[in-house]
């Protein structure tokens, strides 16, 4: 079965400084997706950055970026020049043909 | 495009009530999702829909809850009869699978407090 697992139930990061949020999942495929979702207080699930597992090149939006090690199953978030407005949970997803598997969440605080 | 659209955005009703959930997909999706979010148990999905035919329902709490899918632009997911521990936010969510297009687009949530 496919987990994925996001071992930091919360984060913080000074505005402006870099912060890395982690996921791992866990698959026998070779052929899937994975995503990181934003979730504001607003509560609106917001797509911030995709990779497709068959590209080897690390997938950025703007000031969002992933490390994807595909044998390590691993694809951590980087989320560089901290703002006030990144502060939310983000949640880590895997799709292999439809079928979607959340993380538990990652709560990020951003400090003036 | 409008996106996901999820009615009503604010429910509350009492417990024994029946509570119908109501969601209309991005226009071209064929796949919808339902889930539900609570601080205690986080995002689970509860059932998905792939061409409207259900594919996965396993995540479906108790044989109070129901989804239907009767056409490709609407879903509806009810409850009955309604208990507290209902209480959460439901989202519904829809996918395609052309080209590239694997994510899931998300609706604003429906908040639904059963007292």
């Known amino acids: 079965a496919q987990t994925v697992t996001q071992s930091q139930p919360e984060m913080s990061v000074q505005e402006a400084e870099t912060v890395t949020l982690s996921c791992t999942y866990d698959t026998s495929e070779s052929d899937y997706y994975l995503f990181w979702y934003k979730q504001p207080p607003s509560r609106q699930m917001i797509l911030v950055i995709r990779q497709e597992a068959y590209k080897q090149q690390n997938a950025t939006e703007n000031r969002f970026s992933v490390n994807f090690q595909k044998a390590a199953k691993s694809f951590s978030l980087k989320i560089s020049d901290s703002q006030l407005g990144d502060a939310a949970m983000y949640f880590c997803a895997y799709n292999r043909r439809g079928q979607f598997y959340f993380g538990t969440g990652t709560s990020l605080t951003v400090i003036p | 495009d409008a996106g996901v659209i999820q009615s009503p955005r604010h429910e509350v009703t009492e417990m024994g009530q029946e509570v119908t959930l109501r969601c209309k997909p991005i226009?071209?999706?064929?796949?919808l999702f339902w889930y539900r979010q609570t601080m205690m148990r986080g995002l689970e999905l509860l059932i998905y829909?792939?061409?409207?035919?259900?594919?996965?329902d396993s995540g479906m709490p108790e044989d109070r809850f129901s989804a239907k899918m009767p056409n490709a632009s609407f879903s509806t997911l009810k409850i009955q009869p309604s208990e507290p521990r209902d209480s959460a936010v439901y989202f519904c969510?829809?996918?395609?699978?052309?080209?590239?297009?694997?994510?899931?687009?998300f609706g604003p949530g429906t908040r639904l407090t059963v007292t």
């Open positions: 969510a829809s996918s395609g699978n052309l080209g590239t297009l694997y994510e899931q687009y």
């Open positions: 226009s071209g999706h064929n796949s």
């Open positions: 829909f792939n061409n409207n035919v259900p594919i996965d």
